[in-house]
């Protein structure tokens, strides 16, 4: 290992010698690209040797080489375009046939050794994203010959994250170095990664070989179990914020889900078992837009699911305003007959959306704006449309809340979940107050199937498995109460998260459930009680 470190990085220092000491109309030295004509072995070196040392004349080469134009004439590294040849250092042009020409045979090592060379040079790229990529490249694949570039890289580089990268990647070199105090350093700087591969790679350090240590020096021995417990702390505090966030992601979507319920539940007491099939509406009112989208709007597709959030509301709300018109209004005050109505309309639509749609699930693709996600350390990801779900969430209920506070409806429908009877009396119309209750109760749910169709698949019974934890966020908040459903639906998420990587999934589900039996024992009224007459009557 050591051997091939140093001769590696020989490689790369010759040429870069040989760039400096050579005429000043030639860029690359004879010499110095011989090892092309050589074997595998020199051949790789001097292709990462070129990658260090960068410029356009190794670029040149380098491009020549992956087409397949570089090629040996009598121990001369040439460049054959078309029938003419040139010289591969100095680009003069030779007078060969291009057929004397043995051309340089490309297998996957060297394609490797390129690949490495390709990311050396776009160091030095103008472009923030390019140098990124290259310099991550190399910190997943480095090669003893890259220490000078990255160098280079480093005194030139200005953007903290890149100089990070870069700091990493030629540390993980160093740990091949001979030099003690090198190698210290390099243990030093991969102690501030966050990277589980890097913790092994330093883990390695503190093994045996029989009788002899990995690491013969007690100094960086212990500054490697140093950068271990620095790195594990690090990996379980990101973890800590994955699970957190997730636990925040599945929250907003029971809140979602349970918002227009803890409003039509609390306004008429209509336990609606098909409000889970009011967020397919939603998910599938998405579906068609994005299909509305990608044939007549192509360019613009990747604002299908701003341009689809009122659209899933109101279809959404109109089919809630067909169910209380048609069968709920003749229901109130019977709740049994409601539940098996209630049931009974959630078929009705699940078959439906087989009719129309199929059985299979659709497929609905997240916009461009909300691929990818943010790293937080290596497999902890913060996904992007996971992220614009959460603030989707808290948009919906601020305007919840501004419609409950300071109108008209939102004074009517707090009357109506506190005494019906006395608002009836007062003036309320409470039947017109039911319909559009259960009206923005649909809107929001269909607004929780577009949230929905961003993370999971769309298909006819999608909403069958969100009904139950939506009455549970209902139940555990209080009824008719927004700020119970918010804490509940949060609560419950970030729960069940931590429950899950503790216990697994159908444990943690059981462990929850059992908690809400407890707790409306002990609590009916739920995390916050109903004020008013009714409630205390």
Same mark, same amino acid.
């Given at each position: 290992m050591l051997r091939r470190f140093t001769g590696r990085l020989m490689c790369a220092v010759a040429l870069g010698l040989a760039m400096l000491a050579g005429p000043a109309h030639a860029a690359l030295d004879e010499a110095a690209l011989a090892g092309l004509a050589g074997d595998f072995q020199h051949r790789i070196e001097t292709i990462e040797a070129l990658g260090v040392v960068g410029g356009e004349d190794a670029r040149r080469v380098l491009d020549a080489l992956e087409a397949g134009d570089l090629g040996v004439v009598a121990g001369r590294v040439v460049i054959v375009q078309g029938e003419a040849v040139a010289a591969a250092a100095s680009g003069e042009t030779l007078e060969v046939a291009a057929g004397a020409v043995d051309t340089i045979t490309v297998n996957n090592r060297v %394609?490797? *050794?390129?690949?490495?060379?390709? !990311?050396?040079? #776009?160091?030095?790229?103008?472009?923030?994203?390019? %140098?990124? *990529?290259?310099?991550?490249?190399? !910190?997943?694949? #480095?090669?003893?010959?890259?220490?000078p570039a990255f160098e280079r890289a480093l005194a030139a580089e200005t953007d903290g994250e890149i100089r990070g990268v870069l700091a990493r990647a030629a540390a993980r070199v160093n740990l091949a170095s001979p030099d003690a105090a090198k190698r210290l350093q390099a243990v030093q700087a991969l102690g501030e990664s966050s990277d589980p591969a890097v913790k092994n790679l330093l883990a390695a350090l503190g093994e045996k070989k029989g009788d002899e240590w990995v690491e013969p020096s007690s100094e960086v021995r212990a500054a490697a179990d140093m950068a271990i417990h620095a790195i594990d702390r690090r990996i379980a505090i990101a973890e800590g914020i994955g699970t957190l966030f997730s636990g925040l992601s599945l929250g907003s979507i029971l809140l979602l889900a349970a918002l227009g319920l803890a409003i039509t539940y609390g306004v008429m007491g209509i336990i609606n078992m098909a409000h889970g099939e009011l967020l397919m509406v939603g998910a599938y009112a998405t579906f068609v837009v994005q299909g509305v989208f990608r044939t007549y709007l192509p360019a613009y597709v990747d604002g299908y699911v701003v341009a689809a959030i009122p659209v899933a509301f109101l279809a959404a709300a109109l089919v809630g305003v067909a169910m209380e018109r048609l069968v709920l209004r003749h229901l109130y005050g019977r709740p049994l007959e409601s539940l098996l109505a209630t049931w009974g309309l959630s078929l009705v639509l699940i078959q439906a959306a087989r009719v129309v749609f199929g059985p299979q699930n659709v497929e609905l693709a997240n916009p461009a704006w909300m691929s990818g996600g943010i790293a937080l350390a290596a497999g902890v990801v913060l996904p992007w449309n996971r992220i614009v779900i959460v603030g989707f969430a808290v948009f919906v209920l601020v305007l919840i809340w501004l419609m409950m506070q300071k109108t008209r409806l939102g004074m009517f429908v707090r009357a109506v979940t506190q005494n019906r009877a006395m608002a009836g009396c007062v003036g309320v119309p409470t039947a017109?107050?039911?319909?559009?209750?259960?009206?923005?109760?649909?809107?929001?749910?269909?607004?929780?199937g577009l949230a929905l169709s961003q993370i999971a698949n769309v298909g006819p019974a999608m909403g069958t498995g969100y009904i139950v934890d939506a009455f549970m966020v209902v139940v555990l908040g209080g009824v008719g109460q927004l700020a119970g459903a918010v804490w509940a639906a949060l609560g419950l998420g970030i729960v069940a998260k931590f429950l899950e990587g503790w216990a697994g999934a159908v444990i943690a589900k059981i462990l929850v459930l059992v908690f809400i039996i407890v707790f409306i024992q002990k609590r009916p009224q739920g995390i916050f009680a109903l004020k008013g007459r009714f409630a205390d009557s």
């Open positions: %394609r490797r *050794a390129l690949g490495t060379a390709r !990311a050396a040079l #776009a160091l030095s790229s103008p472009e923030r994203g390019e %140098r990124l *990529a290259a310099a991550r490249t190399l !910190a997943d694949d #480095a090669s003893p010959a890259l220490p017109r107050v039911d319909t559009l209750a259960f009206a923005i109760g649909s809107g929001v749910a269909g607004l929780g």
